[in-house]
């Protein structure tokens, strides 16, 4: 099976989010088989078209809510990355589970406080373990 599941209808309450606020949310990468589609009508001229995403979003667009994975709109690009033998969709994620998230908030693998501190100055590798410029070895 390419989908986690297959149903007709949003479980969740309607969005009502502008492209421009999808727009804000980072792409990341969801398994197929992870997801649940919301539709089961697949429209053979959007799943041929070569430019069906000429006009929309780049990315599907997914929402988790009660801790499942819904794919809220992208089925096309889904079920063509099935049959180029992908287990992959690039997609936005729209976190209904968290009241706190909202479009365009860094998610939690994106924050900084779990980056090693950067050097003042840059190490050069070859450099260490030599002497500083100008000092003189033992026996010059």
């Given at each position: ?18 492209p421009r606020e999808w727009a804000q949310i980072p792409p990341r990468q969801f398994r197929l088989d992870e997801l649940i589609t919301v539709t089961t009508v697949l429209a053979l001229d959007k799943l041929l078209s070569e430019d069906s995403t000429f ?86």
């Amino acid at each position: 099976m390419i989908f986690k599941g297959v149903q007709e209808g949003r479980p969740y309450p309607d969005l009502n989010l502008s492209p421009r606020e999808w727009a804000q949310i980072p792409p990341r990468q969801f398994r197929l088989d992870e997801l649940i589609t919301v539709t089961t009508v697949l429209a053979l001229d959007k799943l041929l078209s070569e430019d069906s995403t000429f006009y929309g979003d780049l990315f599907a667009h997914v929402v988790q809510y009660r801790g499942e994975l819904y794919l809220e709109d992208g089925l096309h690009r889904a079920v063509r990355s099935a049959l180029r033998n992908r287990t992959i969709v690039h997609a936005r994620l729209l976190d209904l589970d968290d009241p706190t998230a909202h479009p365009g908030a860094p998610a939690a693998a994106e924050s900084t406080d779990r980056l090693p501190p950067v050097p003042s100055r840059p190490v050069n590798p070859r450099r260490t373990g030599r002497p500083a410029r100008g000092a003189h070895r033992a026996g010059d």
